[in-house]
């Protein structure tokens, strides 16, 4: 068991407190004759050294220091400073001799400071000023200056305590991924080697077979790209909350893509991580999962799709491809027209409020292709772009593109890949 930062701090505790006790005797001891009341006096000191002799055993871990053995401790050293103003002779006190507990006080301050960290200090060490200002009369310099000392250094240890903490904290979880690597890695060899070459040679053999055991072979691609997934540190599909947001900092658009990257969709992007905004990159990916949706919809059970993610100096560059009947002339404007919204909301006003453009190009018979610009730079305001639509309707493409805008993005959360408006035969 890995020993807690802590755990020197207690022990020392420990030592403090029982050298203090002797320190305090010792003085009491020496001033004997000259106390007011030395058996008093004596009566206090025998208590204080039964208390911190049988207690050792508590000052030794913060489970075992509770905030009732705090309260009491710190108890006895304020009882021991007050009753020095009746034990001792007034001349004494205003010599600025110390207290019967002397600095042994310290200690309980100490450890509420190791206990709950600097707030906690702050209270025990003005409470023992408050005690040390009423025994002494009158605050004079040298009173001063202790209660300024104590308060300073138990505020100080108390919040090298919180940092300590925190510090081993953020080591535990480090061990904890360190730990959670080793054995995803450790699960990926042992899965590779086995169910995964099986669920492909399933879909290997389900695609020749045909008939139902197409369909089979179709499921455990699904499930083969599922767990290649899971394996290798992403997100299931499924498992994406529609109302988690992003946090704060720059998000690998690569890493939200992989979700979708399925038995039809083939996902390829850079080796190194490609770098945007959190509400760039979650908009980019929901106009992703809205292109796939309508490859869903509208290109066929049977159709597969390609996601190609280019990171250029300028720009970033996702296109979405499918190999389905593609879109007939006109269709993009006539659903427009009818208000199915689908591309030009879940995709073109996505990227128009980015300051991007979103292109559709797509030839009746050869596929469409979704190409996705979003500048690195700042975005410029133009007019919007009209709809293009070719005159030859057998082999000229339809193309559909975004105008820059320079409206301000909106931080979305990345949503669950949901079906998105149907736009007749294909609305990309």
């Known amino acids: 068991m890995r020993m807690s930062v802590e755990q020197p701090l207690w022990r ?8 203090t006790l002797g320190y305090a005797l010792s003085l009491y001891v020496y001033a004997y004759n000259d106390l007011l009341h030395p058996l008093g006096a004596g ?7 039964v208390w911190t002799l049988s207690t050792l055993g508590r000052v030794m871990s913060a ?3 509770t905030k009732r053995f705090l309260t009491i401790d710190l108890t006895v050293a304020i009882t021991g400073i007050l009753l020095t103003a009746v034990v001792d002779t007034q001349a004494r006190i205003d010599s600025g001799s110390f207290t019967l507990p002397s600095i042994w006080t310290a200690g309980s301050v100490l450890a509420f400071a190791v206990k709950g960290g600097w707030r906690w200090a702050a209270v025990a060490s003005t409470l023992v000023a408050a005690a040390d200002l009423i025994e002494r009369g009158s605050p004079g310099r040298d009173t001063l200056h202790n209660v300024v000392l104590i308060w300073v250094a138990s505020i100080a240890i108390g919040y090298v ?6 510090s081993e904290r953020t080591l535990a979880r480090a061990l904890q991924i360190e730990a959670a690597t080793r054995e995803r890695e450790r699960l990926a060899r042992d899965i590779h080697d086995g169910v995964l070459q099986v669920l492909a040679m399933v879909q290997r053999r389900g695609n020749q077979a045909g008939g139902e055991a197409a369909e089979l072979g179709r499921m455990a691609g699904e499930q083969e790209a599922a767990l290649r997934t899971l394996i290798t540190g992403g997100p299931l599909p499924e498992a994406r909350d529609a109302g988690d947001a992003l946090t704060s900092g720059p998000h690998d658009l690569t890493t939200l893509l992989t979700p979708y990257a399925s038995a039809s969709v083939t996902l390829s992007a850079p080796g190194t991580p490609v770098l945007l905004a959190p ?22 059970d049977g159709a597969h799709a390609w996601i190609l993610v280019e990171d250029e100096p300028d720009a970033v560059l996702v296109s979405v ?5 593609g879109i007939c002339e ?52 133009t007019a919007a772009a009209p709809v293009s639509e070719p005159e030859d309707t057998e082999s000229a493409p339809v193309s559909e593109s975004a105008p820059v805008s320079g409206a301000d993005p909106v931080s979305r959360a990345v949503p669950v890949p949901v079906l998105s408006e149907t736009e007749g035969s294909r609305t990309a």
């Open 279 to 300: 509400d760039a990159a979650a908009e980019l990916t929901a106009a992703v999962g809205a292109a796939l949706d309508n490859v869903r919809k509208h290109a066929g």
């Open 43 to 49: 009566a206090y000191m025998l208590v204080l050294a």
């Open 63 to 65: 489970e075992r220091c």
């Open 161 to 166: 305590v919180e940092v300590a903490r925190a």
């Open 12 to 19: 020392a505790l420990v030592a403090y407190r029982v050298l």
């Open 330 to 381: 006109g269709r993009l404007a006539a659903a427009a027209d009818e208000g199915r919204l689908g591309v030009a909301q879940s995709i073109r006003g996505r990227l128009r409020d980015l300051g991007g453009t979103a292109v559709v190009e797509s030839v009746p018979g050869q596929g469409t292709e979704v190409e996705l610009r979003l500048p690195r730079g700042p975005s410029k305001d």
């Open 321 to 325: 491809r499918d190999d389905g009947p």
